[in-house]
């Protein structure tokens, strides 16, 4: 079984990536061969700094390992040192249609927002293609918001098989169980998330054990909301419910019975120091992991040399099948 990811490059992870990524990313890790790409090619199709991307791709790298990632057992590289990927992602192009990819809604909304609409957030999807099928990837854990990605993925590797021979697997998505979509502690209608929301209801996984105390204490609990009808509406604290899970393993059921009775004040002060005991070893990791730079860039060659091995025959083989000269 091989298992791939892509995750964005951010020194700016939340609980709700916790839960509904680095979380699935560990567990994934136990059933197969799996691989965890930093996309940092992905970083340049909307706005950004340069000197801030290389900060975003090392604290990326960083915090996969924090979070139990193993380099030992799975292979972790960024997107940028394996070429194989920009390569796929043009030879892909042939098999994806100008019309696919004005159909994604992530393109549609993201080029809303954008000044400049670079030609790379309109091609996104298919250096995403690229990177899952070059690994013969089975299994890909992922948000829900990039559920359409996936489809145009399975498409293109289907057509791309169908014109060219059978070249790739057609990989399955796993998505997130809906207890690990974690909301904005302020703004319980919406996920929690750095790019929109209060940023006081947004715990960062590297936030002060203070800071994350004080934004649960603060957290909105308020019963009003649960009698509101908007839809997807979701109260504050069923949010806090499902936080306790992830933080503790406990189930909803349990977590309910034991603080059915009591106030909301004592719970978020419990789910707050839960959440604080939770990042404690990931933070204090990951502090190691910053602090050595070098060691970090040493792990990214060892995954990139892995990674390069990895997706060598598969690029061979389409580069072969699409009537190239091969020397
Ligand atoms: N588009 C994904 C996101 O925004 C990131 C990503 C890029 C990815 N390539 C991938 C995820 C390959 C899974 C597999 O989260």
């Known amino acids: 079984m091989r298992i791939f990811s892509g995750i964005r490059a951010s020194g700016d992870k939340?609980?709700?990536?916790?839960?509904?990524?680095?979380?699935?990313?560990?567990?994934t890790q136990e059933q197969g061969e799996?691989?965890?790409?930093?996309v940092d090619l992905h970083s340049i199709t909307t706005a950004y700094e340069p000197e801030g991307l290389r900060e975003a791709t090392l604290a990326g790298t960083a915090m996969l390992f924090a979070t139990g990632i193993d380099p030992e057992r799975s292979i972790v590289f960024a997107q940028s040192h394996v070429p194989a990927h920009a390569e796929a992602a043009w030879l892909l192009?042939?098999?994806t249609s100008?019309?696919?990819?004005?159909?994604?809604?992530?393109?549609?909304?993201?080029?809303?927002?954008?000044?400049?609409?670079?030609?790379?957030?309109?091609?996104?999807?298919?250096?995403?293609?690229?990177?899952?099928?070059?690994?013969?990837?089975?299994?890909?854990?992922?948000?829900?918001?990039?559920?359409?990605?996936?489809?145009?993925?399975?498409?293109?590797a289907e057509r791309f098989n169908g014109r060219y021979g059978e070249t790739f697997t057609v990989?399955?998505?796993?998505?997130?169980?809906?207890?690990?979509?974690?909301?904005?502690?302020?703004?319980?209608?919406?996920l929690m998330s750095t790019s929109a929301g209060n940023p006081q209801g947004v715990v960062r996984i590297v936030d002060e054990p203070d800071v994350i105390r004080k934004k649960f204490k603060t957290a909105v609990t308020d019963s009003e909301r649960e009698v509101r009808h908007d839809p997807g509406a979701k109260p504050g604290i069923s949010n806090l419910v499902e936080i306790m899970s992830v933080a503790t393993g406990g189930s909803l059921g349990a977590i309910e019975a034991r603080y059915g009775d009591s106030g909301y004040g004592q719970f978020k002060?419990?789910?707050?120091?839960?959440?604080?005991?939770?990042?404690?070893?990931?933070?204090?990791?990951y502090r190691e992991l910053r602090a050595d730079d070098n060691g970090l860039r040493r792990l990214l060659a060892d995954g990139a040399e892995k990674a390069?091995?990895?997706?060598?025959?598969?690029?061979?083989a389409m580069y072969e099948r699409m009537g190239f000269v091969r020397l």
Do not use: W
Request: net charge negative; proline share 6%; hydrophobic share 35%.
């Open 308 to 316: 390069r091995e990895s997706s060598a025959p598969t690029l061979a």
């Open 269 to 285: 002060e419990d789910v707050g120091e839960a959440v604080v005991k939770l990042f404690e070893p990931i933070q204090e990791r």
């Open 98 to 156: 100008f019309g696919e990819l004005r159909r994604m809604t992530q393109f549609k909304d993201k080029s809303t927002e954008q000044e400049f609409v670079s030609a790379g957030l309109f091609t996104y999807p298919v250096l995403m293609a690229g990177d899952i099928l070059l690994h013969q990837t089975d299994m890909v854990p992922i948000g829900d918001d990039q559920r359409q990605h996936l489809e145009l993925t399975r498409d293109i």
């Open 171 to 190: 990989p399955q998505g796993v998505y997130p169980e809906e207890g690990a979509r974690i909301r904005n502690l302020q703004e319980p209608e919406r």
């Open 14 to 27: 939340t609980l709700g990536n916790y839960s509904g990524g680095y979380r699935q990313y560990r567990a």
């Open 34 to 38: 799996a691989l965890f790409c930093i």
């Open 93 to 95: 192009s042939a098999a």
